[in-house]
């Protein structure tokens, strides 16, 4: 068994473990990072990329689909998935290959690779060959998705989201569990691209959303497309031949057997703490098993353990995981001299379509934060000018403020172009912006942001309780 003494000790190699190995770097000290996994974070292997990657070939196979609505009449569509699998696959090892080139850069003797474990508050043990001593460590060691245990009993038919990027075709038929951004997401990608898909939702929830009339609108706008099943719990999954029989129970106790293909689990993800022997390095733990820390610290307690990433299960997408890794892996090197980082303003995106945005303050936190001191503006899509003429104009937007300060505190919305309006929206929030200062801002014409402007009017009016004002300078479809 080898020994070796160093100041850091980061756990994981994704986007959080990688940021904070640089973070505590540095401060110029003596750091190694210890790879569990394959090297090429989550986001490039099976995440962010390359499901971008299967919705922009859904995206193209649906302009198809709606180009007659504008008069324009394209010939006999014809999806190769085999193609389209090809590009998916092709250009994600592109992506993990920029990320394999910032790791080959890192020196050979600061990579470990194996199962790390807590042997004591300030020893970690790597499978068999390793014991590291450090003063600081930081956890980054991710999240896996959740497949409950009875459903492996049907074999490699029952999936988790990485391995659809491996497919060298399309299926014929899927059926996924969980309404999430990314059981929806794929959902959408696979339905556009010729599979049939079934969504299994356990409750009424989608996406990430909490406002219950931008989830009505929701709901109403994605089932008019797909096959969304609210209410419906996958009872029993078997192994059928080449697939699955699902069998499904409705709200009305209503039990049904299907065939697909696959069937996708996508009901959540579950941080990779449970095996790091946290017991050993005596930290106190939540009722999930995660360590209990400082979000604008990421220390765990008072100790010199700090945690980023999905491992922290707090908001677990790549820019917060790089900024959690940045403020631990900052810390760490910095210890005992640990100070607050800069943790932004929420912001999350489905890339359904139409989309889904979320940034700020939701509504479900804010009914607890602010019951009775906020107000809500809001904007249908259906009639906005911009949208209309993209035939994209479904949707609405509601945006929340503050009363008394006239602070505006976020926004929640489906709709076109939210990946956009829920970045200017967010920076808004950020920069504590009133509502009164962002309608003082300019909006072009004819642009989606009109729309904003709209609900920000409503909203505005509300905050000063009395009624909208007569528009003196609304253009056509704002």
Request: aromatic share 6%; hydrophobic share 45%.
């Amino acid at each position: 068994m080898n020994t070796i003494r160093v100041d850091v000790a980061v756990i994981g190699n994704g986007s959080a473990g990688m940021t904070a190995y640089r973070a505590s770097r540095a401060h110029g000290k003596r750091v190694v990072m210890i790879a569990g996994g394959p090297y090429g974070t989550t986001c490039a292997r099976v995440g962010c990329m390359p499901s971008k990657l299967l919705i922009a070939a859904a995206e193209a196979a649906h302009a198809l689909t709606v180009a007659p609505a504008f008069g324009v009449h394209p010939g006999t569509v014809r999806i190769d998935g085999a193609a389209v699998m090809a590009r998916v696959r092709g250009e994600r090892d592109r992506f993990v290959g920029f990320v394999l080139e910032a790791i080959d850069e890192i020196p050979a003797e600061d990579k470990i690779v194996g199962r790390a474990r807590f042997t004591g508050p300030r020893t970690l043990q790597v499978d068999e060959h390793t014991i590291i001593e450090a003063e600081r460590f930081v956890i980054a060691t991710g999240s896996t998705p959740i497949v409950p245990a009875e459903w492996k009993h049907a074999g490699d038919r029952v999936i988790i989201s990485d391995d659809v990027f491996d497919w060298t075709d399309l299926p014929t038929s899927v059926a996924v569990a969980g309404s999430g951004v990314i059981g929806l997401e794929l959902s959408q990608a696979l339905h556009r691209l010729g599979v049939r898909v079934s969504i299994f939702a356990r409750g009424s929830s989608l996406a990430q959303l909490s406002d219950p009339l931008v989830l009505q609108v929701a709901a109403r706008a994605l089932s008019d497309e797909l096959d969304l099943r609210f209410q419906t719990q996958v009872v029993a999954l078997a192994k059928d031949g080449d697939g699955v029989l699902l069998t499904s129970r409705d709200a009305l106790g209503q039990e049904r057997g299907e065939r697909f293909d696959y069937v996708l689990a996508a009901i959540g993800r579950s941080p990779n703490v449970h095996d790091l022997g946290l017991e050993a390095a005596q930290l106190a733990l939540d009722r999930r098993g995660v360590p209990i820390y400082d979000k604008h610290t990421m220390q765990c307690g008072s100790s010199g353990i700090f945690i980023a990433g999905d491992a922290a299960d707090e908001r677990p997408v790549l820019p917060e995981a790089a900024d959690q890794g940045r403020i631990a892996g900052d810390n760490a090197g910095r210890y005992p001299d640990v100070q607050p980082g800069l943790r932004r303003t929420p912001l999350t995106v489905a890339f359904s379509e139409p989309q889904i945005a979320t940034l700020g303050a939701r509504y479900k936190d804010l009914c607890v934060s602010h019951s009775g001191r906020f107000a809500i503006g809001s904007v249908s899509f259906e009639n906005q000018g911009r949208s209309r003429v993209m035939l994209q104009n479904h949707g609405v937007l509601r945006v929340y403020g503050e009363f008394g300060s006239g602070r505006f505190l976020g926004a929640e919305m489906i709709g076109p172009r939210a990946e956009h309006l829920g970045h200017l929206l967010a920076w808004a929030v950020q920069a504590k912006l009133t509502v009164a200062a962002m309608l003082d801002m300019p909006f072009y014409h004819p642009v989606v942001e009109e729309g904003v402007r709209t609900a920000l009017r409503e909203l505005a009016a509300h905050l000063s309780r009395e009624e909208p004002p007569v528009c003196q300078d609304c253009t056509p479809g704002a």
